[in-house]
């Protein structure tokens, strides 16, 4: 399946010179998600995980599925003030300035398997900030994967460390 045929290309969103990546006609389409999903999975391969952590909101989409295909927990990522209990946080660079993502503060406990999911590896400065918030909380990274990678932003530079996978790449 060209599962290229499901990404739209939005020009000038969210501002000017950007092309938007829109994987809606993806979601809308149950047999191509299902058959992306089994893809995403594919690239984890036999590998125990005991929690995907999905970054908001694109990666909650994929992420839920595969926690839940995987047998494994599921651990949002949100911006400031969304979580409701105890948690962790961790600024990361923007283009423009800084943003900062939380996450639950017992949502990973040490020696823990982890899956990282998001929709799309731009610049790796979301992904990078994940990554160290899990680390702080003992877990161990198996693997960072996307939907689809952006490579001209060389966005794994920032996850050296790591196992970074995309099924599609532009």
Same mark, same amino acid.
């Given at each position: 399946m060209n599962l290229e045929q499901y990404i739209r290309d939005i020009p000038d969103f969210?501002?000017?010179g950007v092309? /938007? $990546?829109d994987i809606t006609p993806l979601l809308l389409d149950a047999q191509a998600a299902q058959w992306a999903t089994q893809q995403l999975l594919e690239l984890i391969g036999p590998r125990k995980i005991d929690k995907v952590v999905g970054m908001e909101s694109r990666g909650f989409f994929f992420g839920t599925i595969i926690a839940h295909? @995987? %047998? +494994?927990g599921f651990v949002p990522v949100r911006k400031p003030g969304k979580l409701p /209990? #105890? $948690?962790i946080s961790q600024e990361y660079a923007l =283009?423009? %300035?800084s943003d900062i @993502?939380?996450?639950? +503060? #017992?949502a990973i406990i040490p020696g823990e398997n982890v899956l990282i999911h998001d929709d799309v590896l731009a610049t790796g400065g979301t992904a990078e900030a994940v990554c160290k918030m899990?680390?702080?909380l003992g877990g161990n990274i198996v693997q960072v994967n996307f939907l689809m =990678?952006?490579? /001209?932003l060389n966005g794994r530079d920032k996850l050296k460390n790591q196992e970074v996978r995309s099924l599609l790449k532009y």
């Open positions: 969210p501002k000017q092309v /938007f $990546k295909q @995987l %047998g +494994a /209990f #105890d $948690k =283009e423009y %300035g @993502l939380e996450m639950h +503060a #017992d899990v680390e702080s =990678e952006l490579t /001209f």
